[in-house]
């Protein structure tokens, strides 16, 4: 199974919508894995005995684990954190998301500036890189279940841009030039 994600117009209704072009242009794994996106997919129903993700925090050193539910009844000022997480931004370090339940929009700027939306559903894990602009939103189920992991304690820090001096950005542009065609260990 892989995840769905795709162009998106430029229609300002409501963030929650698919938001496809007309017509539709998919994008492969491939194409985000240029962009530095990871992706795996996972069994959600067992998360706390899951060896593969287990072999994921090792290997890339995620030691901090906690969990989000996201929806009106659960978080307080919940269209308000929901239009912050939209706003454009990036971060010093990689965003990791593990869909445990529920479903969401993770946007991603591509190298030439368009919006790529990338759907998670349960089982998605998702690794942002540092420096790549992105926000996030819920589709209109309204509710979703992450996973979110970090290197050492969590930092959640959103720089919104205009961010082209900050290092981490600064580092991803160099990155995207020079791994042009650099395989991921990701699937």
Same mark, same amino acid.
């Given at each position: 199974?892989?995840?769905?994600?795709?162009?998106?117009?430029?229609?300002? &209704?409501?963030?929650?919508?698919?938001?496809?072009?007309?017509?539709?242009?998919?994008? /492969?794994?491939?194409? *985000?894995?240029? %962009? =530095?996106?990871?992706?795996?997919?996972?069994?959600?129903? +067992?998360?706390?005995?899951?060896?593969? %993700?287990?072999?994921?925090?090792?290997?890339?050193?995620?030691?901090?684990?906690?969990? *989000?539910?996201?929806?009106?009844?659960?978080?307080?000022?919940?269209?308000?954190?929901?239009?912050?997480?939209?706003?454009?931004? $990036?971060?010093? +370090?990689?965003?990791?998301?593990?869909? *445990?339940? =529920?479903? =969401?929009?993770?946007?991603?700027? #591509?190298? &030439?500036?368009?919006?790529?939306? $990338?759907?998670?559903?349960?089982? +998605?894990?998702?690794? *942002?890189?540092?420096? $790549?602009?992105?926000?996030?939103?819920?589709?209109?189920?309204?509710?979703?279940?992450?996973?979110?992991?970090?290197?050492?304690?969590?930092?959640?820090?959103?720089?919104?841009?205009?961010?082209? #001096?900050?290092?981490?950005?600064?580092?991803?542009?160099? /990155?995207?030039?020079?791994?042009?065609?650099?395989?991921?260990?990701?699937?």
């Amino acid at each position: 199974m892989a995840i769905d994600a795709w162009f998106m117009d430029e229609s300002s &209704e409501d963030q929650r919508l698919p938001h496809h072009r007309n017509p539709q242009e998919f994008v /492969s794994l491939d194409h *985000l894995a240029e %962009l =530095g996106v990871l992706y795996w997919h996972l069994n959600p129903e +067992d998360y706390e005995n899951d060896e593969e %993700l287990k072999m994921i925090r090792d290997a890339r050193g995620y030691n901090y684990m906690d969990l *989000l539910d996201l929806c009106p009844e659960k978080v307080a000022n919940y269209e308000e954190k929901l239009k912050n997480f939209y706003t454009e931004h $990036i971060h010093a +370090d990689e965003e990791i998301r593990y869909c *445990l339940q =529920g479903s =969401g929009y993770f946007d991603v700027r #591509d190298k &030439e500036d368009r919006w790529i939306r $990338i759907w998670i559903k349960a089982g +998605d894990l998702i690794v *942002l890189p540092a420096g $790549i602009y992105h926000r996030f939103t819920l589709d209109t189920s309204n509710y979703i279940k992450l996973m979110r992991l970090f290197v050492g304690e969590p930092v959640w820090t959103p720089f919104n841009r205009p961010q082209e #001096d900050h290092p981490a950005r600064k580092d991803y542009v160099k /990155s995207l030039n020079e791994k042009v065609g650099v395989a991921v260990e990701a699937h």
